[in-house]
């Protein structure tokens, strides 16, 4: 009997064998592209980050990068006032309809997000609902522009990505011990006190690690932006489409991405280091 | 955790209890805070549905503008789409890459998340954070990557090169759900099956997949909508190929066009009877709970 197991064993030392096959396909289809990108990013011998330079000294990309950080931290924001409530409110529920507010939040999910960044242009758009009521009821002349700028693709963006932040914060608050409450109830705190020195500074970290993830999130986002933004509101992903697909420059994409590929680990980095705070 | 919400729900109900009209006071605001929160709450979920609840009515509308409500009923923005060829064919690629991918992923996915699982090996994190990845990433970086490959390789605008690129961006999810699931599956029953002189092949066939394949199909048809539904990398890098988001993509940039509601019903509609079946699925397997935590 134990001959047997042993002999299972050998044939396969420690199970490695088993993930080979997609270590092999990982390793070609998508390690060495990176790695060979980050090779694109670098400059001839001499002048060894001019691209990276480049970077740095034309306007447009410092501006498309600063615009990127602000949308996302705008996007954030929105997300978390939104998202926390919500969350906040779900725990309070019995649990069928907790589990009904769940699946309302994980249905846009699954929905296409070009399904849904369309969507907004049937509600906000010049020739929307929200113009065309405006009209009839004879509150504004023109349309009013909600889309193709700032405001259009935050409001896109947080749509997209609220559940990202609602779906793990929420688990997180059903995870909290209640007996926590129970007992500042018990030492006579009020609701307030109980939820600002209890409640929120033990759900703190959940959020915080959700709200990295919508950040993180919006840096690579393309399709709002292009579809919401109108062209006037470009974002690195959209810059890197110009780069790559119209004027061929791909050292200097490689260069851009390779810094978004930065960024995105740190903010990655933050987020698990935040996670492992969140772990009761 | 259902103890938990309903020891909860007993503490909140005997709350109020307490007396003294200072106490009759703060339950008074603390009513009038929850119907502000419940309202508030309320409008933030209509806010996520909104989208899906305005794109459906608008794709029977008989108007060729965006009237809402519509002033008609009609299908013909599904005729417009059933009677172009050019957007069937995108939904055949489309269909050819998901199913091709998917299915290359869930095989390569699943025996890896079983040597990850089971296996004693080092460097198993750096290997799942590897799989895991492409997810993480954001999807452009993995689109200038593969273009700039594909390019030097001769895959740009290939089918096959598509294919590739869609198993890459599906095998974070096969690796994350499998792994799960096999975790949950108790080792012993697989040492049963070996004890009794099962090689490994013969323990997976008749031990491991008759258990899991309620896991096994979920994880593959998480991994068809995602490779269906993907647009940036498949924009990089499809060249002449049209799939539906790509042909999707470009119809938006330029207008609005109605038969787009028809085609996102129609999306809205596989997404739900899929998160039903994938839901289903997962409860048989009992995964769900254990993935929530």
């Known amino acids: 009997m134990a001959a047997a197991t042993l002999a299972g064993r050998r044939l396969l030392p420690a199970g490695a064998a088993y993930a080979l096959p997609l270590v092999a396909f990982m390793l070609l289809a998508f390690n060495l592209p990176i790695v060979l990108m980050l090779g694109w990013s670098i400059g001839a011998p001499p002048d060894v980050l001019a691209h990276y330079g480049q970077i740095l000294e034309r306007a447009v990309y410092l501006k498309v990068l600063g615009n990127t950080f602000r949308i996302a931290a705008i996007a954030t924001l929105v997300c978390v006032l939104l998202g926390y409530p919500l969350a906040y409110w779900m725990r309070s529920l019995s649990p069928g309809r907790q589990l009904l507010a769940v699946a309302l939040v994980v249905l846009p999910f699954w929905v296409s997000i070009l399904v849904r960044t369309y969507a907004w242009i049937v509600i906000l758009g010049n020739d929307g609902l929200v113009n065309r009521s405006l009209q009839g009821l004879g509150l504004s002349g023109a349309p009013v522009s909600f889309l193709y700028n700032q405001f259009g693709v935050v409001l896109g963006t947080a749509n997209v990505l609220l559940p990202f932040l609602v779906l793990p914060l929420f688990a997180a608050m059903l995870k909290l011990d209640d007996r926590l409450l129970q007992a500042a109830a018990s030492l006579g705190a009020s609701r307030r006190t109980i939820f600002w020195r209890v409640f929120f500074p033990l759900t703190l970290p959940s959020l915080a690690a959700g709200a990295i993830l919508v950040f993180i999130l919006t840096l690579g986002f393309f399709i709002t932006p292009a579809i919401l933004g109108g062209g006037r509101v470009p974002m690195i992903a959209n810059m890197l489409d110009l780069l790559i697909n119209r004027l061929p420059r791909w050292e200097l994409a490689a260069a851009i991405s390779t810094v978004l590929l930065v960024l995105t680990l740190a903010c990655y980095a933050a987020y698990r280091w935040v996670g492992t705070r969140s772990q009761p | ?293």
């Open chain 2, 1 to 293: 955790m259902a103890g938990r919400i309903e020891r909860a729900a007993a503490v909140r109900s005997t709350r109020p209890a307490a007396d003294g009209s200072a106490a009759a006071r703060r339950a008074d605001e603390g009513v009038l805070a929850r119907y502000a929160l419940a309202l508030f709450a309320g409008a933030v979920v209509l806010f996520l549905c909104l989208p899906i609840a305005v794109v459906v009515p608008m794709s029977f509308s008989s108007a060729s503008s965006l009237e809402f409500p519509p002033p008609g009923f009609s299908l013909r923005w599904y005729q417009s789409f059933f009677g172009d060829p050019r957007w069937l064919r995108a939904a055949g690629n489309s269909a050819l890459i998901a199913f091709a991918s998917s299915a290359s992923s869930l095989a390569l996915g699943s025996i890896a998340a079983y040597g990850l699982v089971r296996g004693t090996f080092r460097g198993r994190a750096i290997l799942e954070g590897n799989f895991v990845a492409p997810l993480i990433l954001p999807p452009v970086i993995t689109a200038v990557a593969l273009y700039i490959f594909f390019a030097r390789i001769g895959l740009l605008g290939t089918l096959p090169g598509l294919i590739v690129a869609h198993t890459v961006l599906t095998v974070p999810y096969v690796v994350l759900l499998m792994s799960v699931a096999i975790r949950s599956f108790d080792v012993r029953i697989e040492q049963v099956a070996y004890s009794l002189g099962a090689s490994w092949l013969r323990m997976f066939r008749s031990v491991l997949l008759p258990n899991l394949w309620p896991s096994v199909l979920a994880a593959w048809i998480f991994a068809f909508i995602i490779s269906f539904d993907e647009v940036i990398v498949t924009l990089f890098l499809a060249g002449a190929y049209d799939t539906i988001p790509k042909r999707m993509f470009n119809e938006l940039i330029l207008q609005v066009n109605p038969t787009i509601t028809a085609i996102a019903t129609l999306l809205i509609a596989l997404s739900v009877i899929t998160i039903g079946l994938v839901a289903w699925l997962m409860q048989r397997a009992g995964v769900l709970g254990r993935t929530l935590g």
